[in-house]
Nanobody, 125 residues
Framework: QVKLVESGGGSVQTGGSLSLSCSAS????????LAWYRRAPGKEREWVGS????????WHADSVKGRFTVSLDNAKNTVYLRMNNLKPEDTGMYYC??????????????????WGQGTQVTVSS
């Protein structure tokens, strides 16, 4: 059973930085899609970025491109989200997601089936 555990959320001021981590366990395939999503208060869940475990550049939503970076440490089975120049509109619950056995082109086109419990990020002005 795949399990995802996020950590690293917190509160920062506008312009600050935070790094989130997501530890994945139970992944049996070497090819997987891992992603970060977020949900702001009163809004729909929003895709933030994805990465493929067999390599290649990560993908990022336009709203975070240039400020956020998704990265992966396969040896640690951990996916990261580095967030710089945070804005109040980045406030929300951030979730890690996995698509076990996914192929790279599906990392941004197909739904994710496994979700973490989420970690809160709050950016104050």
């Amino acid at each position: 059973q795949v399990k995802l555990v996020e950590s690293g959320g917190g509160s920062v001021q506008t312009g600050g930085s935070l790094s989130l981590s997501c530890s994945a366990s139970g992944l049996t395939d070497i090819n997987n899609c891992l992603a970060w999503y977020r949900r702001a208060p009163g809004k729909e869940r929003e895709w933030v970025g994805s990465i493929y475990t067999l390599g290649g550049e990560p993908w990022h939503a336009d709203s975070v491109k240039g400020r956020f970076t998704v990265s992966l440490d396969n040896a640690k089975n951990t996916v990261y989200l580095r967030m710089n120049n945070l804005k109040p509109e980045d406030t929300g619950m951030y979730y890690c997601a996995a698509r076990p056995g996914g192929i790279n082109w599906t990392c941004t086109t197909q739904p994710y089936s496994v979700w973490g419990q989420g970690t809160q990020v709050t950016v104050s002005s």
